[in-house]
């Protein structure tokens, strides 16, 4: 019972979060539609490590470290939202892609892991989410195979959910409709990414709001 009751509420705000549209989503949808299903599920697997990964440094103490020093947080919020900026300007400018360049020099046509865990690593919404969800709903006396459950089972829904977008995306009726729209697909990754990344720079001048 005292397990269900972490479990539950964390989950409850979690899940949502996850389905709503973000960098990570968008990410996905453009290696699938773009490099198809194995770039996609690649990238899931990227984000789905990033989630991984802010999930534990959030029970291993992250929310402490932010709220102690503030002035990391909006570092924090500096960074990622600069970023997603210049990927998106990367992705606007990319020439139309050729599907069968094996160029994995850039980061925008290169790596589709490293690709979806980098998005995910530089996206703040992300670590105000587990700072303030996960990290909050464990106590000193939390038991150790609870706090790898929940961790397990951020990357569990991660894998889930971005796998089905990557295979519905990639799939050949979609990728038939959208055959000669792949460059417009990268310009609108584009979009999406700068204009994510100025709204976090925006909110960045308050290093104590709400993502």
């Known amino acids: 019972m005292e397990a269900l009751s972490i479990l539950l509420p964390v989950f409850g705000i979690f899940i949502p979060a996850l389905l709503l549209p973000g960098p990570d989503f968008i990410g996905v949808v453009r290696s699938s539609m773009t490099r198809g299903a194995s770039?996609?599920?690649?990238?899931?697997?990227?984000?789905?490590?990033?989630?991984?990964?802010?999930?534990?440094?959030?029970?291993?103490?992250?929310?402490?470290?932010?709220?102690?020093?503030?002035?990391?947080?909006?570092?924090?919020?500096?960074?990622?939202?600069?970023?997603?900026?210049?990927?998106?300007?990367?992705?606007?400018r990319a020439k139309p892609l050729d599907l069968n360049d094996q160029d994995v020099r850039t980061p925008v046509r290169g790596n589709a892991f490293v690709f979806g865990f980098v998005v995910t690593l530089t996206n703040p919404k992300a670590i105000v989410l587990f700072a303030s969800v996960f990290a909050t709903a464990v106590t000193a006396s939390t038991p150790a195979w609870l706090m790898a459950?929940?961790?397990?089972?951020?990357?569990?829904?991660?894998?889930?959910?971005?796998?089905?977008?990557?295979?519905?995306?990639?799939?050949?009726?979609?990728?038939?409709?959208?055959?000669?729209?792949?460059?417009?697909?990268?310009?609108?990754?584009?979009?999406?990414?700068?204009?994510?990344?100025?709204?976090?720079?925006?909110?960045?001048?308050?290093?104590?709001?709400?993502?």
């Open 149 to 211: 459950l929940m961790i397990g089972l951020v990357m569990l829904s991660s894998v889930v959910w971005y796998s089905i977008v990557s295979l519905f995306m990639s799939s050949a009726p979609v990728m038939r409709r959208f055959q000669h729209a792949r460059h417009w697909i990268e310009r609108a990754a584009g979009v999406c990414f700068v204009a994510i990344g100025l709204r976090i720079l925006v909110d960045a001048r308050n290093p104590v709001a709400s993502p």
């Open 39 to 92: 770039a996609g599920l690649r990238t899931t697997l990227g984000v789905s490590v990033g989630l991984g990964m802010y999930a534990t440094l959030s029970l291993l103490g992250l929310s402490a470290v932010l709220i102690e020093y503030q002035w990391l947080t909006w570092a924090v919020r500096l960074i990622g939202g600069a970023y997603l900026v210049y990927l998106g300007i990367r992705l606007l």
